[in-house]
C-alpha cells in the first residue's frame, strides 16, 4: 500500500532535549511538509521540501530543524530552542509543482514535554 | 505568501440541517481550493477540491463553490448526518517561487446532533 508514515506516534521530551520526528512516504511524491496543529490554531506550516536536498522554512520555523537526504524521508528535530514544543505534528506530502495537488497525511506524533 | 481566513470557528446543526463553511484567501493566482475532513485523533483526508477554473463542484451531499473575483470560497453540506461531525479545513496556496504550498485555515469543528 502507497502512503505516509510517521513514527512514533506518541514522544515525550525532557526539558533542554533535541527530539527527533520520523516521516516516510512512498508515494513518489517530490515534496514533503511539516504542520504543527494546536487546538483552534489550525495546521501551521514548519518547513517544506520541494525536492531532495533543499527546504525551506515555514511560518513557525524557529526551535526546528529538517534534512531531506533522501527522497522518501524528510525528518524533524524539535530542538530545545523550541518554547513550547507540546503539539501534534502533522507530516504530508504533494505532488510537487506550481500547480496543486492533493495532499496526503501521516497519522500524526504527539509531542509531549515533561 | 499565502493568507486563509476560515470562518465560522465552530458550526453547530441538527440532524438533517445544511451546513456552510467559509474561506477566503489573499493570492490571486492560487489554482487549487481542497477541503479536509479530520475526524476525532486521525488525520485529516481530503473530501473536495475544486480548481482555479471551475465555478462550483458536487459529490453527492457536498459541494464547492469558488469566487475568484472576491478570492472566496465555500464548502456546503446538505442533509447532514452525524458522521459528518468532525473538524474541516480549507487550503489554498501559491507561494514566491511559482511552487504550490498547502495553507490551511485554522478550521471548524462542526458538530451535527442527532
Known amino acids: 500500500d502507497g502512503g505516509i508514515t510517521q513514527s512514533p506516534k506518541y514522544l515525550f521530551r525532557k526539558e533542554g532535549q533535541n527530539v527527533t520526528l520520523s516521516c516516510e512516504q512512498n508515494?513518489?511524491?517530490?515534496?514533503m511538509y511539516w504542520y504543527r496543529q494546536d487546538p483552534g490554531q489550525g495546521l501551521r506550516l514548519i518547513y517544506y521540501?520541494?525536492?531532495?536536498?533543499?527546504?525551506q522554512k515555514g511560518d513557525i520555523a524557529e526551535g526546528y530543524s529538517v534534512s531531506r537526504e533522501k527522497k522518501e524521508s524528510f525528518p524533524l528535530t524539535v530542538t530545545s530552542a523550541q518554547k513550547n514544543p507540546t503539539a501534534f505534528y502533522l507530516c504530508?506530502?504533494?505532488?510537487?509543482?506550481?500547480?496543486?495537488?492533493?495532499?496526503?497525511f501521516g497519522q500524526g506524533t504527539r509531542l509531549t514535554v515533561v | 505568501g499565502e493568507n486563509v481566513e476560515q470562518h465560522p470557528s465552530t458550526l453547530s446543526v441538527q440532524e438533517g440541517d445544511s451546513a456552510v463553511i467559509k474561506c477566503t484567501y489573499s493570492?490571486?493566482?492560487?489554482?487549487?481550493f481542497p477541503w479536509y475532513k479530520q475526524e476525532l485523533g486521525k488525520r485529516p483526508q481530503l473530501i473536495i477540491d475544486?480548481?482555479?477554473?471551475?465555478g462550483e463542484k458536487k459529490d453527492q451531499r457536498i459541494a464547492v463553490t469558488l469566487n475568484k473575483t472576491a478570492k472566496h470560497f465555500s464548502l456546503h453540506i446538505t442533509e447532514t448526518q452525524p458522521e459528518d461531525s468532525a473538524v474541516y479545513f480549507c487550503?489554498?496556496?501559491?507561494?514566491?517561487?511559482?511552487?504550490?504550498?498547502?495553507?490551511f485555515g485554522r478550521g471548524t469543528s462542526l458538530i451535527v446532533h442527532p
Open positions: 487550503a489554498a496556496g501559491l507561494r514566491s517561487g511559482g511552487s504550490y504550498i498547502p495553507t
Open positions: 504530508a506530502s504533494t505532488l510537487g509543482g506550481a500547480v496543486g495537488t492533493e495532499a496526503f
Open positions: 508515494l513518489n511524491h517530490d515534496a
Open positions: 475544486i480548481r482555479s477554473n471551475v
Open positions: 521540501s520541494q525536492i531532495v536536498n533543499d527546504f
Open positions: 493570492d490571486s493566482a492560487s489554482n487549487y
